[in-house]
């Protein structure tokens, strides 16, 4: 289980992890399910995967609501 912890969230942003197995292919990041989006809460956000992969990579992605 992986832990991604995103420290001084905004309340007025929503905040969705995404992963992928493959950095060389730009379109692959895939939601991960569960894991937003979330609303900042002015503190950290922590999100989780259980990914089983020997290499994963995470990105979070921030918007406005």
């Known amino acids: 289980t992986w832990s991604i912890t ?3 969230t905004s309340p007025n942003r929503n905040y969705s992890l995404y992963s992928t ?3 060389s292919l730009p379109g692959s990041w895939d939601p991960v399910v569960g894991q937003g989006p979330v609303s900042g809460n002015g503190g950290d956000l922590i999100f989780m995967d259980t990914a089983t992969s020997p290499s994963c990579f995470f990105r979070v992605q921030v918007e406005l609501p």
């Open 21 to 23: 197995d493959d950095l």
């Open 6 to 8: 995103v420290p001084d």
